[in-house]
Every structure is written in structure tokens, then in C-alpha cells.
């Protein structure tokens, strides 16, 4: 019984290491004004992720290796909702795909 008593101990001690660990992110938290969050958001992004969430790229062009490795911000479809043969919901189920 007392090594339970110990195990439960350290496992205590531990969850209160990793909750302490737990950093406050402003820009998640919508009680705070959008310029705070903003100015939050921006100053955790590399110049990468900045510049990636800038930039547009054909639809056509697009594939999921791309949008995750240089951070793509939008897709141009310059030619109508149809896209990869699906309607609007299969072009947001591509992106949602893309983003994981």
C-alpha cells in the first residue's frame, strides 16, 4: 500500500509539472482585444509562416505536401466551385486533409 501511495504521489507531481509547463496563448483567448491577439499570433510566426499565409497558389497546383510545407495560406480557384470533380464540400474536405 505504500508504494501505491508513493506512485500516486509522483504521478501528482507530475501533473502539476506539465500543467505548470502550460504556456497562455493570447492570441486563443477571445476575452482579450483582437490587437492583442494579433500582435500575439504574429510574434510566435517565422518569416516562413508569414509569408506563406500571404501567399496564393492555383488550386491545380496545390497538392497537401506543398500547403503544409510552405504554410499556404489560400488556393486560387479561378474557374467555379467544382474542384477534383467534387463540389464546394469535397474542396473543403481536401483542404481540411491537407492541413493534418
Known sequence: ?????RLSCVLLVLCFAVLGRAEYL???DPKQPVAVRVKDLLS???LAEKIGQMTQIERENATAEQISKYFIGALLNAFGAIVLGAPVGGFIHFIVKSAL
Open 1 to 5: 500500500m505504500g508504494s501505491s501511495h
Open 26 to 28: 493570447k492570441y486563443k
Open 44 to 46: 510566435r510566426m517565422t
